[in-house]
């Protein structure tokens, strides 16, 4: 499965993103998708995962609260709804799928990875 990822951008502290995971090659419903971040010198870390019928959700503290992650799987889409942005938010922003399908939040139980989306958050 082939995954790409979108919607990052430039926004003020306090605004809202929705970046999107499309995939191609094999439906997504097949997968459990993750995203992650990094930020410049810092290693990836986990954001949210859900599950491949959705029923199993993961957020990083960092972001619970703030943040929604959803499939729309007849559109072999993934989102990630960000709002109440942070500075601390800026980072690359990248969605991963694993077929074992639980939406873990370890980056190691991905075996297929997008490109990556800048999201960047002036204080």
């Known amino acids: 499965v082939q995954l790409q990822a979108s919607g990052g951008g430039l926004v003020q502290a306090g605004g809202s993103l929705r970046l999107s995971c499309a995939a191609s090659?094999?439906?997504?419903?097949?997968?459990?998708v993750g995203w992650f971040r990094q930020a410049p010198g810092k290693e990836r870390e986990s954001v949210a995962a859900?599950?491949?019928?959705?029923?199993?959700?993961y957020y990083a503290d960092s972001v619970k609260g703030r943040t929604t992650i959803s499939r729309d799987n007849a559109k072999n889409t993934v989102y990630l709804q960000m709002n109440s942005l942070k500075p601390e938010d800026t980072a690359v922003y990248y969605c991963a799928a694993e077929a074992g399908g639980l939406g873990s939040p370890s980056s190691y139980d991905y075996e297929y990875w997008g490109q990556g989306t800048l999201v960047t958050v002036s204080s």
């Open positions: 090659g094999r439906a997504l419903s097949g997968y459990a």
């Open positions: 859900i599950s491949r019928a959705g029923g199993i959700i």
